[in-house]
């Protein structure tokens, strides 16, 4: 059975910029959320979908959106980024929120 | 606030010694307790997963203890190997596991 898969695994950006990463959960998860982690502030909850729906949202700025698409494929959008936006980007997935997650290599961003 | 706070900080023994990790959460009421092990640079992996009448659970050289009533848990590892060095993060859900709270870690390495 496949993992979770995010591409790209690393991406550079310039500030200002936006940019869209993207997850691809294990077949028959339909639970798919996103994580911030940094060095100083560990792993931040982000937004969880849930069919298509955002069922739950972390305390980020609006910068920060998502969908998931029918097939459960999720992206992540960043628009204007700055530099506390470098971070690893992990995406996990479940059957449905309350179940075992599993995540993903995450995505490497780095705002210059 | 729901918080969750771990401690260690960061951990070093030697290959072969045992070790426990420990985990204070504030979350009330809660639906279970996560230990995530996540070596550098990948995604955090399951260890185990506790509702809050279960009390011990194993996983191989792994076992986490649960205490709902002083909301403490522990994470011991027995006969640690070099493998082990890793963050180890314990994470907890709200009532409806909607929620996931999670602590900073603890930086776990063992040396030869």
């Known amino acids: 059975k496949a993992g979770v898969t995010q591409t790209p695994r690393y991406l550079i950006k310039t500030r200002g910029q936006q940019v869209t990463l993207s997850c691809s959960p294990i077949?028959?998860?339909?639970?798919v959320s996103w994580y911030q982690q940094t060095p100083g502030q560990g792993l931040q909850f982000l937004f969880e979908y849930f069919s298509e729906t955002q069922r739950n949202k972390g305390n980020f700025p609006g910068r920060f959106s998502g969908r998931q698409f029918s097939n459960s494929r999720s992206e992540m959008n960043v628009s204007t980024l700055e530099l506390g936006d470098s971070a690893l980007y992990l995406c996990?997935?479940?059957?449905?929120?309350?179940?075992?997650?599993?995540f993903g290599p995450g995505t490497r961003l780095t705002v210059t | 606030k729901n918080q969750v706070e771990q401690s260690p900080q960061s951990l070093i023994i030697l290959e072969g010694k045992n070790c426990t990790l420990q985990?204070?959460?504030?979350?009330?009421?809660?639906?279970?307790l996560r230990w995530y092990k996540q070596d550098t640079g990948r995604g955090p992996v399951s260890l185990t997963i506790m509702t809050f009448s279960e009390n011990t659970k194993s996983n191989g050289r792994y076992t986490a203890t649960l205490d709902a009533d002083t909301k403490q848990s522990s994470l011991h590892i027995t006969a640690s190997q070099l493998s082990d060095s890793a963050s180890y993060i314990c994470?907890?859900?709200?009532?409806?596991?909607?929620?996931?709270?999670f602590g900073a870690g603890t930086i776990l390495r063992v040396k030869s």
């Open positions: 077949s028959g998860h339909r639970s």
């Open positions: 985990c204070n959460y504030t979350v009330s009421p809660f639906s279970n």
């Open positions: 996990a997935s479940a059957r449905d929120y309350s179940y075992e997650q599993y």
């Open positions: 994470v907890v859900s709200d009532e409806y596991g909607n929620k996931l709270v």
